[in-house]
């Protein structure tokens, strides 16, 4: 998953790069290619998913138009928000007063009270629904403790003196939920996009390939924008048909899953675009009404 805030920054290319080898050869996992790494990569930072719907009734009638009413979408809601986790990752500059700003503004009301109230191992423990990852991620506890302690203390920057305690108080949040989404992620080695899209698609909806089928006939739809971190974003979405009647749900058993979505569903183009989706995201706003009209264009211009 990834927004206008990315879940990996600048600081964290690095760790992304992912050290592929085959035959000696340079491998990049950010957009597939050979002859250089992911640090060296001069695309956006790309993520593909599925954006899948649901029409009902299935199939229509003969010469039945489809409407709005007769559209669904799958939505996720984040575990965490993106601002929560970049924060509790040390993802920021002490310099960039801005960003953390808008990282604590766009963090939901219950986060900025746990980040008043817990101390930073329980906040990074209870970060992590995998254990593996709390033992990969040392380094990175490390360095993200040491940046959260320097700023609960207080620095100074610029002549100004900044605490985590003064950032608090001078944004305010709006948001009761995190973040909603299509299903999405960054590709593994050597996958290509279908195969990455589907994968994040399944880990985090609990679907299996027969739950749906991709709409080969729409070219997918390509999603991009600059994040808050000034660094250039790009999503692939796969549009695909849900073909079953299997109910939507959180697989407590299932840790992919569970690490990153805490809600799951089926809601309409209106729902998703007035009251779901936050209004500084633009581009999903951008990509959810591209998609919306072109399935209600190439479907109804068939039989008229």
């Not at 979408?73 to 970049?86: D, G, I, M, Q």
């Not at 009270?113 to 490390?142: C, H």
């Not at 050597?190 to 070219?219: G, H, M, S, V, W």
């Not at 209106?270 to 009209?293: A, E, G, P, Q, W």
Request: glycine share 4%.
């Amino acid at each position: 998953m990834s927004d206008d805030l990315t879940k990996k920054s600048v600081e964290n290319e690095n760790e992304n790069d992912s050290v592929c080898f085959y035959k000696k050869r340079r491998y990049c996992n950010n957009c597939g290619k050979y002859g250089h790494y992911f640090r060296e990569c001069k695309y956006p930072i790309t993520s593909y998913g599925i954006i899948c719907i649901q029409i009902t009734p299935f199939p229509l009638g003969y010469n039945q138009k489809l409407l709005p009413s007769n559209i669904k979408f799958l939505a996720v809601r984040r575990r965490n928000t993106l601002s929560y986790v970049e924060f509790i990752r040390g993802k920021y500059k002490y310099t960039d007063i801005e960003f953390l700003r808008i990282l604590f503004s766009r963090m939901t009301i219950f986060e900025r009270d746990l980040i008043k109230t817990e101390p930073f191992n329980i906040l990074w423990e209870s970060l992590w629904i995998n254990s593996q990852f709390k033992e990969i991620n040392k380094t990175e506890y490390n360095r993200a403790s040491k940046k959260y302690d320097d700023l609960k203390k207080g620095v100074i920057i610029n002549s100004k003196f900044i605490t985590i305690n003064a950032l608090l108080e001078t944004t305010s949040s709006e948001y009761k939920e995190t973040e909603w989404n299509f299903p999405k992620g960054r590709r593994n080695c050597y996958e290509n996009d279908i195969e990455c899209a589907e994968r994040e698609f399944q880990e985090e909806t609990n679907l299996t390939k027969n739950d749906y089928e991709i709409c080969k006939a729409i070219p997918p739809f390509v999603q991009q924008h600059i994040g808050s971190n000034n660094i250039s974003y790009k999503t692939v979405y796969y549009l695909a048909l849900y073909s079953t009647n299997k109910q939507l749900k959180i697989d407590k058993t299932n840790q992919h899953q569970l690490g990153e979505v805490s809600k799951i569903g089926w809601y309409s183009f209106d729902k998703l675009k007035d009251s779901m989706l936050r209004k500084y995201s633009v581009h999903k706003i951008t990509c959810l009404t591209n998609v919306f009209n072109t399935l209600l264009k190439n479907f109804n211009d068939r039989i008229e």
